[in-house]
């Protein structure tokens, strides 16, 4: 059984960074694809960013481009998201995903298995 744990959230303010990381146990982490989702109160969850397997393929959702950054270090079983220059309406509860096979998907119902959360609120 699969478990996707985050960390690194918190409180920071407009224009700082945040590093988070999701920590995999359980079976083989590598040859999956990992995403990073966020929700905002009353809102839908979103798409943030996905990585391939390899690492060498990357998705962004148009609103952090440029500003979020994917990775993962499958030695370490672990994807971090780095957080540049976080606005207000990046404040959410984000979340790890593991998709069920290799795939490009940004649809959070392509992705099964998930963490419980990690808070991050930005302030003016």
């Known amino acids: 059984q699969v478990r996707l744990v985050e960390s690194g959230g918190g409180l920071v303010q407009a224009g700082g960074s945040l590093r988070l990381s999701c920590a995999a146990s359980g079976r083989t982490f590598s040859i999956y694809t990992m995403g990073w989702f966020r929700q905002a109160p009353g809102k839908e969850r979103d798409f943030v960013a996905t990585i391939r397997w390899s690492g060498s393929s990357t998705y962004y959702a148009d609103s952090v481009k440029g500003r979020f950054t994917i990775s993962r270090d499958n030695s370490k079983n672990t994807v971090y998201l780095q957080m540049n220059s976080l606005k207000p309406e990046d404040t959410a509860v984000y979340f790890c995903?593991?998709?069920?096979?290799?795939?490009?998907?940004?649809?959070?119902?392509?992705?099964?298995?998930w963490g419980p959360g990690t808070q991050v609120t930005v302030s003016l």
């Open positions: 995903a593991r998709a069920a096979y290799d795939t490009s998907s940004t649809r959070a119902a392509d992705y099964g298995v």
